[in-house]
């Protein structure tokens, strides 16, 4: 027999980190691992006594595999199969199972029908012509993937821009949906998928409302579509429950019918399985690891990390593109990702996919221009892009534009401080004597150069307000905050960071107190003991100095006594609590 009081010693004995373990893995109501509050366990018995509620002990044996609910239903030892069920405070070490958790047992009909041994439901076999044809379910599990991540590399763009937030009720809005799918070459009823693919990888973060990118995100923006297929492949798969890699791992390569191998591997856990296990076999489609139900051998070096067969799967990178007379660029194949990124910077996207199309414009020649590049950086670039001579057209734009809004640059001075203007002789002349921009108090060690101690954001928007054609560089941006590395929690704290805290409430809470902490967890126990009207062993320090074990029934605990019926006499006996140095149960 295992009691509350049982189990929050084995939760007081347990050494911190295990049980803060142990804690998360049982994922507790927030408002038992509050800091205050009517629900709020305040010592190790009121934890104990939380782990024992019929809902908590229902969520943790949905998390265990099949071997272990016959181990706890049988009352086996098996050291090896009874171990989840330890890890959780469901059974100790010895294999003795909590009371709770057979009374639970006990009221599923299902898991009082297992039969021991077996194997997972037999299935029907992949079609033939998918078995022989797997240069086709290769292909078309790279096309799958390579749409995916074109899908999600234009999110992050779009998450970066700030163009992503979120609804007071959670999700995002029909009308953000439309125009982001709009945006991506997507169905927009597929785009919340998408953003919580992201979320899940670690690739964005949706914040408390308005999305970011993580520095994760950013460096998978700019990795080769190889190591990005590999990247985020091994991201997802991480993402999932460690159930769920049970169930894979028995379904092997085959994700047919996954709920029925759910149900056969967790027979408790259908309530949050099922959903979980659909939801996997249409990502892993979605990501081009499987086809039809089935892993591909692809999909299956992705996952476990091989860059070399996405490589030989994904469609080749080209290095040039078409620079038309109308300002569109054409891309024959995908760009890689740095010459995408380089792209970006003097034209915008207007159609993505295996064949993009992009669009030179005065505007975006403007942008590249602020951003810090100059003429000939925007000409060289797409000088080296282009698989032709670049257009007339596209050349005039450039210069016509970098005349008239480029012609000042504005770059951060040497030692990091201050700012360094470049420019010709006579727009320098101009600036410098200009009663508007004379509280910048400029110095001008060369005819090409204008020096102030002010910095370059600031100096940038002064001239712009006076409409001079200054273009600021890349280094001279003010310095901006990257989206958070971690994903933050609704409550203010994440699962792990809130059971540290009860830890160490707990710790604190045993370690104080007016009476001696040792008499007060005692006290406890016999108190547990009366709620219960369940019999204990108390072993009590005699004037002589010996111990003596009493066995009884207590009835109440007040004013330092313990009151209660002696089982093994019948009669009422009345011990002073401080002289009491130990109490078992005698059940």
């Known amino acids: 027999m295992t009691t509350t009081a049982d189990l929050a010693a084995r939760l007081r004995a347990m050494p911190d980190d295990e049980l803060e373990r142990l804690v998360v893995a049982r994922r507790l109501p927030a408002a038992v691992l509050a800091d205050s509050g009517p629900q709020h366990a305040a010592d190790f018995f009121d934890l104990a006594e939380a782990l024992r509620t019929d809902d908590a002990v229902d969520a943790a044996l949905e998390h265990l595999p099949r071997a272990t609910l016959l181990a706890l239903r049988d009352g086996s030892?098996?050291?090896?199969?009874?171990?989840?069920?330890v890890a959780l405070g469901l059974a100790d070490a010895d294999g003795a199972v909590d009371d709770a958790v057979a009374a639970r047992l006990a009221a599923h009909?299902?898991?009082?029908?297992?039969?021991?041994?077996?194997?997972?439901?037999?299935?029907?076999?992949?079609?033939?012509?998918q078995v022989a044809d797997q240069d086709r379910v290769r292909a078309t599990g790279a096309e799958h993937a390579f749409t995916t991540m074109t899908v999600l590399a234009e999110l992050l763009r779009a998450v970066d821009a700030g163009e992503v937030r979120e609804l007071v009720k959670g999700g995002i809005g029909t009308p953000l949906a439309r125009t982001l799918g709009e945006r991506v070459g997507a169905d927009p009823d597929s785009v919340p998928?998408?953003?919580a693919l992201l979320d899940d990888t670690g690739l964005a973060d949706p914040g408390e409302g308005r999305w970011a990118v993580t520095d994760e995100g950013r460096s998978w923006l700019v990795a080769a579509w190889p190591d990005r297929w590999v990247d985020l492949a091994g991201r997802w798969w991480r993402s999932l429950d460690p159930a769920v890699h049970e169930v894979l791992r028995t379904a092997d390569d085959d994700l047919h019918d996954l709920v029925a191998?759910?149900?056969?591997?967790?027979?408790a856990?259908?309530?949050?399985?099922?959903?979980?296990l659909l939801d996997v076999a249409g990502t892993a489609e979605v990501l081009g690891l499987a086809v039809d139900g089935t892993v591909t051998p692809t999909g299956r070096a992705v996952l476990g990390g091989d860059a070399t067969a996405a490589v030989e799967d994904l469609p080749p990178t080209v290095a040039n593109v078409y620079l038309q007379h109308d300002l569109t660029v054409i891309a024959p194949g995908p760009l890689s990702p740095a010459d995408d990124e380089a792209l970006r910077t003097v034209a915008d996207l207007e159609a993505p996919g295996l064949a993009a199309r992009y669009r030179v414009s005065e505007e975006s020649v403007r942008r590249a221009l602020r951003a810090g590049s100059t003429r000939d950086d925007l000409l060289a670039l797409l000088d080296r892009l282009s698989a032709t001579d670049v257009p007339q057209p596209l050349t005039y734009l450039v210069d016509q534009v970098a005349t008239r809004d480029g012609g000042i640059v504005v770059d951060l001075a040497a030692d990091g401080r201050g700012t360094v203007l470049h420019g010709t002789p006579e727009q320098l002349d101009l600036v410098g004597v200009?009663?508007?921009l004379q509280q910048l108090s400029w110095e001008r060690p060369d005819l090409g150069t204008l020096t102030t101690t002010h910095p370059p954001h600031v100096v940038h928007a002064a001239l712009e307000e006076q409409r001079y054609p200054a273009a600021l560089t890349a280094a001279a941006h003010p310095a901006t905050q990257d989206g958070p590395p971690v994903r933050r929690r609704a409550g203010g704290r994440s699962p792990e960071q809130a059971a540290h805290a009860l830890v160490a409430r707990l710790r604190l809470t045993t370690e104080r107190g007016e009476a001696e902490p040792e008499q007060e967890w005692l006290g406890r126990q016999i108190d547990l003991a009366v709620r219960g009207?369940?019999?204990i062993r108390l072993t009590v320090r005699m004037p002589d100095g010996s111990e003596r074990p009493f066995s009884i029934v207590p009835t109440s605990v007040a004013a330092g006594r313990v009151r209660g019926r002696d089982t093994s006499v019948d009669v009422e006996r009345t011990l002073p609590l401080s002289l009491v140095v130990a109490v078992e149960s005698d059940a």
């Open 77 to 85: 030892t098996d050291v090896g199969a009874l171990a989840p069920a």
């Open 109 to 129: 009909p299902e898991l009082a029908d297992l039969r021991p041994g077996g194997t997972a439901p037999v299935r029907p076999a992949a079609p033939e012509d």
């Open 193 to 195: 998928d998408r953003l």
């Open 261 to 267: 191998v759910g149900r056969w591997a967790f027979p």
């Open 269 to 276: 856990g259908a309530r949050w399985l099922d959903a979980v």
């Open 434 to 436: 200009d009663a508007e």
């Open 533 to 535: 009207k369940t019999p």
